[in-house]
């Protein structure tokens, strides 16, 4: 494969990440990708995750079975609130007061140490009743 055809790849897969706000996983990437007409091979689709998450351009969440769910996000220093049925997210700025405070790396000598704060619930629409039969 071409470096151009790997960014164009790239390029098309952050795209596709930052559609809707949710987190998925590659294989649903993959789907998306491939019914937008554009054929990508599983292997392509998470070589591009696995740089887009190393560029610091999509987060990841990593679920109890070690499943990976996958989001551009915003530049700036963020924590998500993530709804436990269908994903949705909020991105919360990481210097929101109501967070912890304590940093381990203060009292237990730790460097470089990154925070991550995600913060799981069941969003509004998936909380309404669901009409049978309807």
């Known amino acids: ?17 930052g559609r809707d706000g949710t987190f998925i996983t590659a294989r649903e990437l993959h789907q998306r990708v491939h019914r937008l007409g554009r054929p ?22 990593v679920g109890e ?6 989001r551009h996000c915003s ?18 700025p990481a210097h929101t007061s109501a967070l912890p405070t304590w940093v381990p790396e203060e009292t237990m000598g730790f460097t470089d140490v990154v ?9 509004a629409e998936c909380e309404q009743p669901r009409s049978c039969c309807g």
């Open 75 to 92: 530049s700036w220093p963020h924590h998500h609130l993530v709804c436990s049925v269908c994903h949705a997210t909020v991105e919360i």
């Open 115 to 123: 925070v991550r704060v995600t913060i799981t619930g069941v969003c």
């Open 40 to 61: 990508m091979g599983v292997s392509t689709v998470y070589r591009a995750l696995r740089d887009l998450v190393r560029w610091e351009l999509v987060d990841v969440l």
């Open 1 to 17: 494969m071409s470096q151009d055809q790997q960014s164009g790849n790239t390029r098309l897969l952050l795209a596709v990440l």
């Open 65 to 70: 079975r070690n499943q990976r769910w996958y």
